[in-house]
């Protein structure tokens, strides 16, 4: 499975594609600094400073209808990735 990170002036210069093999228990957010992307993270993962918001462009679907709304999220509180996704940084 992948996430193909869209570029970003600021955080990802060129884009990215970032790939692992199975259910990802961690937070997006988290996933992205392991991976070297330096996305915004004020309030240390807790939701409260919406620093590292990210635009789903494709494999909304796949969530609960619920969860993501005009499909933006906070990358700290998307947690169980299981599919392949594209994001943009905001």
């Given amino acids: 499975m992948k996430i ?5 002036k600021k955080f990802c210069r060129y884009g990215k594609i970032l790939k692992f093999n199975k259910l990802y ?3 997006l957010c988290d996933f992205l600094l392991n991976n070297n992307i330096n996305i915004n993270n004020n309030c240390g993962g807790f939701g409260r400073c919406v620093s590292c918001s990210v635009f789903i462009n494709e494999g909304f679907s796949f969530f609960e209808i619920n969860y993501l709304k005009l499909n933006y ?4 509180q998307f947690y169980d990735l299981n599919c392949n996704i594209i994001i943009s940084i905001l």
């Fill in 73 to 76: 999220t906070l990358s700290c």
């Fill in 25 to 27: 228990k961690k937070n």
């Fill in 4 to 8: 193909i990170i869209l570029p970003h």
